[in-house]
């Protein structure tokens, strides 16, 4: 009795190398490429949402200034306006930035002894 040409392993391994499963395995099994990966994925992420949310703040803000001169609804998206650089003139986060720099300090002070 011959043996077949192909064994079933041999196949089963062939059809992994064809999915990329081999591959997938050694990604998961590398940490450096894991994390390198992962970071490069929230850069982009972050980025993504920054220049999202800029352009929809611009957009919405450009639309608004452009509603004002409507006779009727005018006056509303004027308010709004006025509310909105209100806000962003009042807004003012330096007292919590000085607050951050003089506990980050402190705690270099307690590690460093």
Sequence with gaps: MQKPDKSPDREVIKAFEAA??????QY???GKSLMWINFKAGVARGL?????????????IWILARLVDLPVIGEYFEQA???????TENTNY????????????????NTEQ
């Design 28 to 30: 998961l099994q590398s």
């Design 48 to 60: 993504g949402i920054t220049v999202g949310a800029t352009l929809v703040l611009g957009i919405t």
């Design 20 to 25: 990329g499963v081999i591959d997938y395995l």
């Design 94 to 109: 330096n007292a919590e930035l000085i607050e951050i720099t003089e506990l980050l300090q402190e705690i270099r002070e």
């Design 81 to 87: 306006m006025l509310y909105i650089n209100e806000y």
